[in-house]
């Protein structure tokens, strides 16, 4: 089932300790399928050295297992919670990356301040509020979805496709798992850019109609980046 999904999530998943954006089992993928809205998603705590495609797991929308023998990731409610809210994603990535991950503990988002943000996420990349007694007690990992969504009302997500979970860690998404891990990425090297920008000038701003013009670019009607397909 889904066998073509399951590679792609595979090497997806793989992506993120070639990007070194992972260590031990720390980090996980997923993507879902268009068409019966299943999702593909890592096996809690296996190996990168060890996992193959076929130890990917199959799950509905609300989180029962439809194949596999294995576990899914612990953090599968929070990757359901997020293609449940916006249907129009279909990847998701979690990372305990250091500079993404250093500014979720700081428990501050990471501001546009440079054109690499600008051109490909529109806003400041949020960070989520602190979680309640109830949340962490309760259905945590659902809740921590539930955090993200709530953050992004009157966001569009698919303009700043990433968000930092508060004390936790980054989640970015895409139009597929390698959008998603390419997004990743990105936030990564500009969380670390930033954090480097703020120690040499804490009082650094950037010019709104810049942060425009570089999204604009690359996003929407008017976008001329990149060659136009024939």
Known sequence: MLESLKEKVFKANLDLVRHGLVI???GNVSAIDPDTRL??????????EEMKPEDMVVVDLDGTIVEGDLNPSSDTPTHLALYRAWPEIGGVVHTHSTYATAW?????????????HADYFHNEIPCTEDMSEQEVKGAYELETGNVIVRRFEGINPVHTPGVLVKNHGPFTWG????????????LEQVAKMSCLAYAINPDLTMNSLLVE??????HGPGAYYGQKKK
């Open 39 to 48: 999702v593909v998603i890592k096996p809690s705590g296996v190996s990168y």
């Open 213 to 218: 013009k570089h999204f604009s670019r690359k």
């Open 175 to 186: 139009k597929d798992c390698a959008e998603a891990v390419h997004n990743a990425v990105v």
């Open 24 to 26: 031990f089992t720390w």
């Open 104 to 116: 979720a503990q700081a428990g501050r988002g990471i501001p546009a301040i440079g054109t690499t």
